[in-house]
């Protein structure tokens, strides 16, 4: 269907009043039952990624400051099911948990009849896109100060064609000016309430979205198009769940920056810092630079205090050191990692058994002894992964599969322990100047490395963020100044080095 742009009566006025709305609610449509994917519990209420998809979803409008308040129309049966997800997630914006109607437009007059009378921003969206992201949502009300209706769509990288009830083409559309819908789809309140309204008045009204009602009850509305995004997939067949979880692993968040070194000061004065592999490279940095600010820092590694991180002996005594010094244990640090180039097949037992051990072992058994001192203060686990997380690659599959295994502990920890108030995070560094990488690689071309202060200095901003489940990316900024090459690591050294490959 095209829009007439046509002036008409029910076209805007040229000096239109300005728009002012009292607030912006967020309508999040649960209504799906799950029927395509074939599951016994509406697709919405499915796990991905550790939580429900509902869960996925209202976390982003919860934490957009655009939006005021949230409105969930949940599947007939299971508004209980979406309601002990807010009030376990503790979603304070959302207001009203209430069941949907038996269509998408049925769902939506309910929706208008739960936010009530007044001028207000509506936003629209699915709650199986649960990977729709801030900016889009705060395009949307953006666009809402200059538009009363505002769709979000993508370009079409296939080309679409129309077809006959015989399945035979009948046009092939310029697919330069189509788009891929998608949601949130937001209205200014009195536009989207009076398109309904003359829609009642139809008899054979059908609407697949309600940028479609504005657009045929309304046809002198203009519908305002932003951009969406690839990531921001509706789940509606299996293969979706697959792609949606993948998504969620591979999505990496941004810890929120401190603006000023009296800030730094006030979160970390009188907290304590257990770093294990805190005497070279990433680890020694952060402990540094945490003193700096009023930690008190506890560093273990093999060469400087004789701590295995993959013996449990020895991380319970490290542990235990910190505790009886300080009464408190408020963050615990794994850097330890030991990377060996080399054909799986060529290297040697002894090797295979040093790279799984403290790479993978010894990280699981940090987090087993800390959970204790962590639930104490609320604190946070903080492990470090590398770009080869992805997709292993050859000449250090252990090394790539361990780190692949950290991303998958930290995720499924932060679901078992966020009922303790205990955060896990996983630190993703490009490829870092570290002693462990000089022994790996090498000298290489200074521009090309991380500098490990800025590692340490992303992972000072994640241990006193609220941030949770999260891989946090760390990349170079442009115009870093390249960082010094450690000296080449004696091999005990290179056995305390932490983690920083890309």
């Not at 649960?30 to 869960?55: C, D, N």
Request: with cysteine; proline share 6%; aromatic share 6%.
């Amino acid at each position: 269907m095209t829009q007439d742009h046509t002036t008409g009566p029910d076209a805007a006025p040229e000096n239109p009043a300005p728009w002012r709305p009292s607030r912006t609610v967020a309508v999040v449509l649960a209504g799906g039952t799950g029927t395509r994917l074939g599951l016994g519990i509406p697709k919405q209420l499915l796990k991905i990624a550790g939580k429900p998809i509902i869960e996925h979803t209202l976390a982003v409008f919860e934490a957009a400051p655009e939006i005021d308040e949230i409105i969930v129309l949940m599947a007939t049966g299971h508004v209980p099911d979406a309601q002990q997800i807010v009030d376990k997630a503790g979603f304070r914006k959302v207001t009203k948990v209430i069941e949907g109607g038996d269509t998408r437009n049925a769902t939506t007059r309910i929706a208008l009849d739960a936010v009530g009378e007044g001028d207000c921003n509506i936003l629209f969206h699915d709650a199986v896109r649960p990977l729709v992201s801030g900016r889009i949502v705060r395009e949307c009300v953006n666009a809402l100060w200059s538009y009363s209706a505002v769709d979000v769509a993508i370009p079409s990288a296939d080309t679409i064609i129309q077809v006959d009830e015989n399945e035979c083409i009948t046009d092939i559309p310029v697919r330069s000016s189509l788009r891929r819908g998608q949601t949130p789809q937001a209205f200014r309140s009195g536009t989207i309430r009076e398109a309904y309204r003359r829609a009642e008045g139809d008899p054979n009204f059908a609407a697949t979205d309600d940028c479609g009602v504005v657009l045929r009850y309304l046809p002198g509305t203009p519908i305002k198009v932003i951009d969406g995004s690839d990531e921001n997939i509706k789940v509606t067949h299996p293969v979706d769940v697959h792609l949606a979880d993948k998504l969620f692993q591979l999505a990496a968040a941004q810890a929120p920056r401190v603006t000023d070194h009296r800030s730094y000061t006030e979160e970390l004065t009188g907290r304590t810092i257990v770093i294990f592999g805190g005497s070279y490279g990433i680890g020694h940095d952060l402990a540094e630079l945490a003193r700096r600010y009023g930690a008190q820092v506890f560093p273990f590694s093999r060469s400087s205090t004789g701590t295995h991180v993959e013996r449990a002996e020895d991380v319970e005594a490290a542990l235990k050191t910190a505790f009886e010094a300080t009464g408190r244990i408020d963050h615990v640090v794994v850097t330890a990692g030991i990377l060996e180039k080399g054909a799986l097949t060529e290297m040697d037992e002894e090797t295979m058994d040093r790279v799984l051990q403290v790479n993978f072992v010894g990280p699981v058994i940090a987090a087993r002894q800390s959970l204790p001192y962590l639930q104490q203060t609320k604190g946070q686990l903080l492990l470090y992964t590398s770009s080869s997380y992805t997709r292993g690659r050859a000449q250090y599959a252990l090394y790539s599969s361990t780190k692949a295994a950290l991303v998958n502990l930290t995720q499924a920890l932060s679901d078992e322990w966020a009922e303790f108030g205990v955060r896990v995070n996983c630190i993703n560094p490009e490829r870092t100047a570290t002693p462990m990488r000089t022994k790996a690689f090498g000298e290489e071309p200074e521009h090309t490395l991380l500098a490990a202060e800025t590692v340490a200095q992303a992972s000072l901003d994640v241990l006193i963020s609220e941030l949770t489940g999260q891989v946090i990316d760390v990349r170079r900024a442009p115009g870093e100044a390249p960082p010094a090459v450690p000296a080449q690591p004696t091999p005990a050294e290179a056995d305390a080095a932490t983690a920083s490959v890309g």
